[in-house]
């Protein structure tokens, strides 16, 4: 009985996360401040890669559809791409947290982690919008080179938000959600 006291508490938790970070996702705001693949990674941290995986390809296909920006078209499938490597890196991120998750350290490392994944999603999505330009007649190269000088400003913010974002929010959030699905230590 207590190991389904514990799916049935993980997955409620997972759910109510899920739509938490699809009400902030579909709330208009700031081009790429965005704070899902923080939610995805914390998801990937707390709940492991599969789940990670699984919750930012979810988020960004129903984003596709509903964002305040309008249909994402053929971008989407690279958004969810983009942002299951969130999830995943979480997962995979959690195996090298290091012992002393209280220092200073620790959100110095979340930080860079946050960038790294804003930019990873930037250039994944940046290929899907050169993809794009491709389908509308523009030369390989040049409808790349299009897309990704166009996003660098938007890239900017992303890292940048991202990294405080992440920096500020991860060892608290990854705290509180562990303790909520009563997993194992952290660090």
């Known amino acids: 009985m207590r190991i389904h006291s514990f799916k049935t508490r993980k997955l409620a938790l997972f759910a109510i996360l899920v739509a938490l970070c699809l009400a902030i996702q579909l709330t208009p705001r700031p ?7 923080f939610f995805t990674f914390t998801v990937g941290v707390v709940f492991g890669v599969f789940y990670g995986g699984f ?12 964002s305040p ?26 195996r090298l947290i290091p012992e002393r998750i209280y220092s200073a350290r620790f959100c110095t ?9 804003a930019l990873i999603y930037d250039l994944v999505t940046n290929v899907g919008v050169g993809l794009w330009f491709v389908a509308g ?10 897309a990704i000088a166009y996003g660098v400003f938007f890239s900017i913010v992303h890292i940048l938000s991202n990294t405080a ?9 990854i705290k509180a ?4 699905v009563g997993g194992g230590k952290i660090g």
């Open 31 to 37: 081009p790429n401040v965005e704070f899902t693949s």
């Open 55 to 66: 919750f930012g390809c979810f988020v960004m296909f129903v984003n596709g559809f509903l």
């Open 69 to 94: 920006y309008g249909f994402a078209g053929l971008v989407m499938p690279f958004q969810m791409v983009g942002m299951a490597m969130a999830g995943v890196l979480g997962g995979v991120y959690r």
């Open 109 to 117: 490392e979340t930080a860079i982690v946050g960038a790294i994944i």
């Open 137 to 146: 007649g523009t030369d390989f190269a040049l409808a790349m080179l299009i």
């Open 165 to 173: 974002v992440f920096g500020i929010l991860t060892l608290p959030s």
């Open 177 to 180: 959600l562990n303790d909520l």
